[in-house]
């Protein structure tokens, strides 16, 4: 007997997937049928592992929304099916309701294809690089075990504590961001526009009589000034194309390798990287997917190149039969802690939670390292551009200064 997933109607017109044991798919459908339900699809699940039945097959219709949007989507969802509501009800119902036009588009098109006979999961899978793996894979494993709703409120946990992660350390960076800008802006306006004005009152000083530092300073000022035009838009281009680099899979690679290496930068995106990978292992165990696919997908979550290739290398690893940890050990980037834990979780047969308490360590780590980088960074910057802005400054008052004391004793 095998397993099959079957998309049926039922005689109240409800659209439903049910999971049911036949010889093969033939047998599953005339069951079905003759218990009144129309059949609309027969799928073997074990044709297929959960990562290869939720890997990214089509482009779906491009459209974007927002993180916030997505997890009240899908509170809201879950709650739908805990009150019984059909799922393509329930669909339908937050997909007039939303807020966000790129939701509701793609909702429309998640609706289409559940009225066409796929499953939720494969629905959303459709949709491409819109939403993650860790989504479908939960769908996918939510639908085999019924517990749709279960799943779900899972993955909201999963969700709230990852967007308030990546929302504290936007919130970190964006005052050094802004105090750069600001500093940079303002050097660039001492440089280009004061400097080059106060260098036409030191020609009656006489070259020989200006302090090397102003001599230095002038000289940089007016070679900037004159050649501002040229230089902004080469400047511009120069950014554009680094930006276009990073984004190509070697330049980011060799980015993230680089930001690695940087201190605490290194150490934060470290911790971020496990909490963000163990919270998404933790998250598919829960709806009973393998160990292996879960790493597949949950390697996936990883935002830093360097540490997703070295966590995917592993599962060759897991597949031919050596423990998780040691997998884990292997790979040679995730703190001896977090290994010495998630070791304890497979020894004891409670994988799952010691992943649970491991993401939550490493979430309160990566919020006290985040506060180290920033409490560095800050004034890093002031000392820094305080002090290029006290240089320019002081070779515009050193020829003034001098002149002054000049004419003192003259008198």
């Not at 020894?347 to 799952?352: A, I, K, Q, T």
Request: hydrophobic share 50%; aromatic share 8%; charged share 20%.
């Amino acid at each position: 007997m095998a397993e099959f997933i079957c998309r049926l109607g039922t005689p109240a017109g409800e659209v439903v997937t049910r999971t049911v044991e036949a010889v093969g798919a033939q047998e599953a459908r005339v069951r079905l049928e003759s218990e009144g339900f129309r059949v609309f699809a027969v799928t073997p699940p074990k044709t297929a592992g959960v990562a290869a039945l939720t890997r990214r097959g089509g482009k779906g219709i491009g459209a974007r929304f927002k993180a916030n949007d997505f997890l009240l989507f899908n509170q809201q969802l879950a709650a739908l099916l805990r009150a019984g509501i059909p799922i393509l009800q329930a669909i339908t119902m937050l997909r007039k309701r939303s807020q966000s036009a790129g939701l509701s588009m793609v909702l429309a098109d998640v609706e289409d294809k559940i009225r066409g006979g796929m499953a939720l999961s494969q629905a959303f899978a459709a949709q491409g690089a819109v939403f993650p793996r860790i989504y479908t894979a939960s769908i996918l494993a939510g639908e085999r075990s019924g517990a749709l709703d279960d799943v779900l409120d899972r993955y909201v946990n999963y969700m709230r504590r990852s967007v308030g992660l990546r929302r504290k350390i936007r919130g970190a960076l964006a005052y050094p961001t802004m105090l750069l800008i600001a500093s940079f802006g303002m050097v660039t306006f001492l440089t280009v526009y004061v400097v080059p004005r106060m260098s036409n009152l030191f020609e009656g000083f006489g070259r020989n009589k200006l302090p090397v530092l102003t001599l230095i300073v002038t000289g940089i000022s007016s070679w900037m000034s004159v050649n501002f035009w040229w230089l902004l838009p080469l400047l511009i281009v120069a950014i554009i194309a680094l930006v276009l680099w990073f984004r190509t899979p070697s330049g980011r690679l060799i980015f993230d390798r680089t930001v690695l290496r940087l201190p605490l930068v290194g150490k934060l995106l470290q911790h971020v990287a496990v909490a963000q990978a163990t919270r998404s292992l933790a998250t598919l165990l829960a709806g009973g997917i393998t160990l292996v696919e879960s790493w597949e997908i949950a390697a996936e979550s990883i935002t830093n190149l360097e540490l997703r290739r070295r966590s995917s290398a592993i599962l060759p690893m897991v597949r031919e039969g050596r423990s998780f940890t040691e997998s884990l050990e292997a790979a040679g980037w995730m703190p001896e802690l977090a290994i010495d834990m998630i070791g304890v979780g497979e020894r004891s047969g409670s994988l799952r939670e010691m992943l649970d308490e491991v993401s939550a360590f490493y979430d309160s780590e990566s919020e006290v390292k985040l506060e180290q980088l920033t409490t560095t960074i800050e004034p890093a910057i002031l000392i820094v551009m305080g002090g290029v802005v006290v240089t320019i400054l002081l070779s515009i008052y050193l020829p003034i200064i001098s002149a002054i004391s000049n004419a003192t004793v003259t008198r």
